[in-house]
């Protein structure tokens, strides 16, 4: 995995699904085939679980994988969590 751009919200009220830094992320996730979105934690997205799930699902409509790095996390559906292997390589994914 290649991290190819960072996006952040920063002050943005948790119930807000509309967002800045995140309509360029979804921008982002079209233009690029096989992407994956790496969050530190579900928190990260949002601290209410509805919105945080809205995101996600925007995420995979568009055809992006969502990997959290933080062990406790419970994405549902989304793609399990899947700690870095030997050398920093997340198993399974491949280059963007």
Do not use: K, W
């Not at 996006?7 to 921008?27: C, H, K, M, S």
């Not at 994956?36 to 699902?57: C, F, K, M, Y």
């Amino acid at each position: 995995m290649t991290l190819a751009e960072i996006f952040v919200d920063r002050n943005t009220p948790p119930a807000r699904v509309v967002r800045a830094g995140l309509t360029v992320l979804l921008d982002a996730i079209l233009r690029r085939e096989d992407c994956g979105v790496l969050v530190a934690s579900p928190d990260q997205l949002s601290t209410l679980p509805a919105v945080r799930r809205a995101i996600e699902v925007e995420i995979q409509g568009l055809g992006g994988s969502l990997l959290y790095l933080s062990a406790d996390s419970e994405p549902g559906p989304v793609r399990p969590h899947q700690p870095p292997a030997a050398g920093g390589r997340v198993p399974g994914s491949r280059s963007v």
